[in-house]
Nanobody, 123 residues
Framework: QVQLVESGGGLVQPGGSLRLSCAAS????????MSWFRQAPGRERELVAR????????KYGDFVKGRFTIFRDNDENTVYLQMNSLKPEDTAVYYC????????????????WGRGTQVTVSS
């Protein structure tokens, strides 16, 4: 069974940085693209980033504005989200999820979401 475990969140001041990790198991990690989503109270779910199975192609939500980087280590079955220049509006629970199939353009498999990790940006 697919399992994804997010970690690395916490409380950080505006302008600070965090690196989130998502440890994957239960599927052939290197065959699937991965994604990061975030959800804040009263706001719609937002796609933060997605990355192809090889790590060669990455896409980001426009709100990231060059501040975030998604990358993966297929030997460790882990996908990361490096977040720099954090803003209060980045406060949310961050989730990772695999794509539905091995097609790099496949939709997100929402059933694969982990429990998330809380990111709070506040002074």
């Amino acid at each position: 069974q697919v399992q994804l475990v997010e970690s690395g969140g916490g409380l950080v001041q505006p302008g600070g940085s965090l690196r989130l990790s998502c440890a994957a198991s239960g599927f052939t990690f290197s065959d699937y693209g991965m994604s990061w989503f975030r959800q804040a109270p009263g706001r719609e779910r937002e796609l933060v980033a997605r990355i192809s199975s090889s790590g060669y192609i990455a896409k980001y939500g426009d709100f990231v504005k060059g501040r975030f980087t998604i990358f993966r280590d297929n030997d460790e079955n882990t996908v990361y989200l490096q977040m720099n220049s954090l803003k209060p509006e980045d406060t949310a629970v961050y989730y990772c999820a695999k794509l539905r199939d091995t097609n790099s353009l496949a939709p997100v498999d929402f059933s694969s979401w982990g429990r998330g990790t809380q990111v709070t940006v506040s002074s």
